[in-house]
């Protein structure tokens, strides 16, 4: 089944700074990636997503890439606030969806 | 907006006993989904559901799991008999088509803690 790894688990950085998050993915089958941000005691949200025809999308201060070649895609996240900070996990789908293991997003003011 | 609702938020259980987790997924999505998620780990999917029946479900969701719509709104997630490790945060979600390549949107979850 699909396995998706997610990079680095944990990312601090100052505000206006931009922030990288990067995952991989292990079935070539797989066809779309969302990036969820979940803050404290909520339920997932998606953000963004790509699908596997397309390799870069943007929506104001969020973009993600998408290299179907090296089965990785990332989140960028520009001009980072504080509000900004939370818990951010992609996932790979085809028949079901497989979330990476997260990255704890900190973004200081 | 529109959202997933799920009831209750927090639910305490004992060992050995049967639980129901309810959701409301939005009005016009036609699949569903759980996921589970242990404090502090990944979201993990469950099963997907779509026309009355399930259409995947992972390794994790075993004889002792059961999905069901029971009338036009409700979708619910059934434990028949609950372990320690089945405390987690349950998620329900829902999708306009699926299962990959479509919008899913989570609920808020329900606090599943089992003693």
């Known amino acids: 089944g699909e396995n998706v790894e997610q990079h680095p688990s944990t990312l601090s950085v100052q505000e206006g700074d931009s922030a990288v998050i990067k995952c991989t993915y292990s079935?070539?089958?797989?066809?779309?990636f969302p990036w969820y941000k979940q803050e404290l005691g909520k339920g997932p949200q998606l953000i963004i997503d790509?699908?596997?025809?397309?390799g870069e999308k943007k929506d104001q201060r969020i973009a993600v890439t998408l290299n179907k070649t090296a089965k990785h895609f990332s989140l960028h996240i520009t001009e980072t606030q504080p509000e900004d900070s939370a818990v951010y996990f992609c996932a790979a789908a085809n028949n079901d969806m497989r979330f990476g293991a997260g990255t704890r997003l900190t973004v200081k003011p | 907006e529109p959202e997933v609702t799920q009831t209750p938020s927090h639910q305490v259980t004992q060992m050995g006993q049967e639980v129901i987790l309810r959701c409301v997924p939005i009005?016009?999505?036609?699949?569903f989904y759980w996921y589970r998620q242990i404090l502090g780990q990944k979201v993990e999917f469950l099963v997907s559901f779509y026309n009355n029946e399930i259409s995947e479900k992972s390794e994790i969701f075993d004889d002792q799991f059961s999905v069901e719509r029971p009338d036009g709104s409700n979708f619910t997630l059934k434990i028949r008999s609950t372990k320690l490790e089945d405390s987690a945060m349950y998620f329900c979600?829902?999708?306009?088509?699926?299962?990959?390549?479509?919008?899913?949107?989570f609920g808020p979850g329900t606090r599943l803690t089992v003693t």
């Open positions: 009005s016009n999505h036609l699949y």
């Open positions: 979600a829902s999708s306009v088509q699926g299962q990959g390549g479509y919008e899913q949107y």
């Open positions: 079935d070539s089958a797989s066809n779309y």
């Open positions: 790509i699908r596997s025809n397309v």
